[in-house]
């Protein structure tokens, strides 16, 4: 019990953990593409906790400049991934990734 | 605050977290995983401030639940007529993915818990880090943060003009 109660960093690290586990169970087994999106954004919120948390028990500020990039990245990630999903969406019909099985139309 | 009440508080945002990730992930219906996906990114915008980032956190809430969650709807909408009831997105792989859940949890969490204690440095980040952020990102992270915003205006151009319409096929949506 006296683990459990001053919060520190294995806390956050299990949190992150399991962020990660299911982002990437989405990612493979999901069949609709923007569920597997979802699943990569989790992943990338999971590193951003970890990068914050050893940011915050290490004192310096490297940690938190690195997860606001990520943070940019993933915005540009998504933009870019939905145009993807929506011109898939006009070619094939519709948006199953077992589905996306041409090169060229 | 007292110590007990910041754990409980704590372990109340790291449950929301973790449940609504996992509903985001087992639902079968994608706009039920989009709006568990809110609450997620709400729960960890709310740790961001445990760990005393307080500006991540406000630009999570901003970028993250207000662009990145907004898109993801504007795909499920525009993918799917949202009145038919087709939008279940199926499944495969179910066993080598839960045995990778498992997997990847199980290790994770064995070594996290079991290798030896971490150690905190004797200075660790307290209050507000906002102007801490502002003198570092023009001194130090000046030519990434340059170059991360011309990454960013050239990625929301391609977004735009890979997204645009066609005449052609206009009519087929």
């Known amino acids: 019990m006296q683990h459990l109660i001053p919060i520190g960093l294995n806390h956050y690290l299990t949190i992150s953990a399991f962020l990660l586990a299911f982002g990437l169970f989405a990612v493979m087994t999901r069949k609709n593409a923007i569920v597997v999106l979802m699943g990569v954004e989790l992943i990338l919120n999971a590193a951003n906790i970890n990068f914050l948390a050893f940011s915050k028990y290490n004192g310096g500020i490297g940690g938190v400049m690195f997860s606001l990039f990520v943070i940019v990245i993933a915005a540009a990630e998504a933009a870019i991934a939905l145009a993807i999903v929506i011109n898939i969406f006009k070619i094939f019909k519709s948006v199953d990734i077992s589905s996306v099985d041409t090169m060229k139309e | 605050m007292s110590n007990l009440t910041y754990t409980l508080i704590f372990y ?127 001194s130090h992270y000046v030519l990434p943060f340059e170059m991360v915003s011309i990454l960013l205006l050239a990625a929301l151009i391609g977004a735009a003009f890979l997204a645009r319409f066609d005449k052609s096929d206009n009519k087929n949506l």
């Open chain 2, 12 to 138: 109340i945002f790291a449950a929301i977290t973790v449940f609504s990730a996992a509903f985001v992930v087992f639902s079968r219906n994608v706009i039920y995983s989009a709006f568990a996906l809110l609450f997620t990114f709400f729960g960890v915008a709310a740790l961001y401030v445990f760990l005393s980032a307080d500006f991540i956190a406000v630009t999570q809430v901003v970028v993250y639940v207000g662009g990145i969650l907004v898109l993801l709807l504007f795909g499920v909408m525009f993918t799917k007529s949202i009145m038919n009831t087709e939008l279940k997105s199926d499944v495969l792989h179910i066993i080598p993915g839960t045995l990778i859940l498992a997997g990847i949890l199980s290790a994770l969490l064995y070594t996290f818990y079991t290798t030896h204690t971490w150690k905190p440095s004797e200075i660790e980040l307290h209050g507000s880090i906002v102007e801490r952020i502002g003198y570092e990102t023009m």
